[in-house]
């Protein structure tokens, strides 16, 4: 087993132990895990931002092919840490070990997927307007942009991905990918998972020849070390996974700067559910299994677990019946941290004790630890837009399904909803058809549309958005996953009538790196 030592990495360094230390626990026994890991002081967060600082001045000028062999060599890396790596952190979040592996494999494809994207180079936006000196009447001068890196991002780890959302991540890997050095506040859930790929990354920066800066990992278990890094003024944005309220604090943070900067956070989603009648008397089963299925998916605590499903009322006995019995047969489950099973504890216990809302499943709530199970409950249009507070998240293996009388009852409750992540629609062709003004409505109201489908499971491609308007996410223009999410680090840069050797090689007129340019509005891969 790699040895754990508990010290923040800072550049090639390691910090201190003079600061109060906090403990890893195991999620099934609930006892702590060594070794101690002691929080970043102010001098290291300072410090981990001065190195980034000094890094970016070199590693944003890092050629696309030079930063795709350092984003493959950390997928290596973490690939090489074998079952040290499912060992610690399945211990650490209660995930078992294929979920683990499978979360792993889903890192090492996104880094190498960013990887093939800054190879290639087109990414970047190249655009050129090229001169006409007699236009009349006024001549045109040269004008080229691109997109250029921000700066240092502060990356905030997830509790429920630790991977895949957390140390090496979707928002680690596209912010390294966009040419910007990155400093991660590990999460507290997962210290040893974290110090294991953290040491992955800082050996892919000393073995690809990069400024020590580009890469650093802050331990610490309260919000004082993300409140420094947010307000550091060399910090040039954040990106965050996490609480509604968490996403929310640091948002302020970011814009009460004497220099704003931009923060993406992906926060809160219910990721609501319609089934149309037609498709229910088609598929009532196969959507009964889906939906049981999608809803305890991970214990319910992925960002895309839906926790509302409106359904017809007058075609729901046999539905609700089937996924009834399967929410209640299923087995309990180990959550991800004491707090996470209190917080679930908590909303399971609002509802059940909501007068318009009735609880399904015969399942019995224990004090097992973080231990818990399904949950499913019933209320209706009505109800639902009486109570606002029915469209509130709850985070963990649970769902609400609210039955309806007429289709028309759902235009209003589409506008009633906050932004999500998702929302899916369950429908025949002839009932999708007719049903249009449904999709029309979710378009502003959500990131993804599914059809016929179920919410969880984000597959990590270029066209993928993971996003939503708020309170899914702090800027509803954004995706967390795909190659997309590299241009939220980004910002536009234009040249106007500078010479062919001051401008990026992006930009040159004999086009060097071989790209897709826009040239006097028509795409060219050619030189000038």
């Known amino acids: 087993m790699q040895q754990l030592i508990g010290k923040s990495i800072i550049g090639f360094q390691r910090g201190g132990s003079d600061s109060r230390p906090v403990h890893g626990v195991n999620?099934?026994?609930?006892?702590?895990?060594?070794?101690?890991?002691?929080?970043?002081?102010?001098?290291?967060?300072?410090?981990?931002?001065?190195?980034?600082?000094k890094a970016f001045d070199v590693y944003r000028f890092t050629p696309g092919k030079h930063k795709a062999a350092f984003l493959r060599k950390i997928a290596g890396n973490i690939e090489a840490l074998g079952d040290d790596?499912?060992?610690?952190?399945?211990?650490?979040?209660?995930?078992?070990?294929?979920?683990?592996?499978?979360?792993?494999?889903?890192?090492?494809?996104q880094l190498r997927l960013f990887a093939e994207l800054v190879e290639e180079g087109s990414w970047v936006d190249a655009r050129i307007d090229r001169a006409d000196r007699d236009r009349q009447p006024l001549p045109r001068p040269d004008v080229r942009s691109m997109l250029r890196s921000l700066g240092p991002v502060a990356?905030?780890?997830a509790s429920n991905f630790p991977l895949a959302f957390s140390v090496a991540g979707g928002d680690t890997a596209s912010a390294l990918a966009a040419g910007n050095p990155v400093i991660v506040k590990a999460h507290h859930a997962h210290p040893g998972t974290a110090e294991l790929v953290g040491t992955a990354v800082s050996a892919a920066v000393r073995d690809s020849d990069?400024?020590?800066?580009?890469?650093?990992?802050?331990?610490?278990?309260?919000?004082?070390?993300?409140?420094?890094?947010?307000?550091?003024?060399?910090?040039?944005?954040?990106?965050?996974?996490?609480?509604?309220?968490?996403?929310?604090?640091?948002?302020?943070?970011?814009?009460?700067?004497?220099?704003?900067?931009?923060?993406?956070?992906?926060?809160?989603?219910?990721?609501p559910i319609f089934i149309l009648p037609d498709a229910l008397r088609e598929r009532e089963e196969q959507i009964a299994a889906g939906l049981h299925a999608s809803v305890t998916l991970g214990a319910g605590q992925f960002c895309t677990n839906p926790g509302l499903v409106f359904v017809p009322s007058k075609l729901s006995d046999g539905f609700v019946e089937s996924l009834k019995t399967k929410m209640t047969g299923t087995p309990s489950f180990t959550m991800l941290s004491r707090e996470i099973y209190s917080n679930y504890q908590k909303g399971i216990s609002q509802l059940e004790t909501h007068s318009a809302v009735e609880r399904l499943d015969g399942s019995v709530s224990d004090a097992n630890g973080a231990g818990c199970h399904a949950a499913l409950f019933r209320t209706d249009a009505n109800s639902f837009l009486a109570h606002p507070e029915l469209a509130t998240e709850v985070f963990g293996p649970s769902t609400l399904?609210?039955?309806?009388?007429?289709?028309?009852?759902?235009?209003?409750?589409?506008?009633?909803?906050?932004?999500?992540?998702?929302?899916?629609i369950h429908g025949t062709e002839a009932e999708l058809k007719e049903r249009y003004e449904l999709f029309a409505i979710l378009e502003n109201r959500v990131g993804r549309i599914v059809c016929n489908g179920f919410p969880t499971g984000v597959e990590v491609c270029h066209s993928m958005v993971h996003g939503g308007p708020f309170p899914a996410t702090s800027d509803g223009r954004s995706t967390s996953v795909g190659t997309r999410a590299a241009l939220r680090f980004t910002r536009l840069v234009c040249y106007q009538d500078l010479a062919d050797f001051l401008l990026p090689d992006e930009l040159k007129n004999s086009n060097p790196l071989k790209i897709w340019r826009l040239v006097d509005g028509e795409w060219s891969n050619e030189k000038l």
């Open 401 to 424: 399904l609210v039955t309806y009388e007429h289709l028309d009852e759902l235009l209003p409750i589409v506008r009633s909803l906050e932004g999500q992540l998702t929302a899916t």
């Open 210 to 271: 990069l400024p020590e800066g580009v890469f650093s990992l802050l331990f610490g278990s309260g919000a004082e070390i993300g409140t420094q890094l947010i307000k550091h003024p060399l910090v040039r944005a954040g990106g965050f996974t996490g609480s509604r309220a968490g996403g929310q604090a640091l948002m302020k943070l970011a814009a009460s700067r004497d220099e704003p900067i931009p923060f993406f956070a992906e926060m809160s989603s219910v990721n």
């Open 27 to 53: 999620a099934f026994t609930g006892a702590e895990l060594t070794p101690a890991y002691f929080a970043a002081t102010v001098a290291e967060v300072d410090c981990a931002a001065k190195l980034a600082g």
């Open 155 to 157: 990356v905030f780890c």
């Open 85 to 109: 790596l499912i060992t610690r952190a399945s211990a650490e979040t209660g995930l078992p070990a294929p979920r683990i592996s499978a979360e792993t494999a889903r890192t090492c494809y």
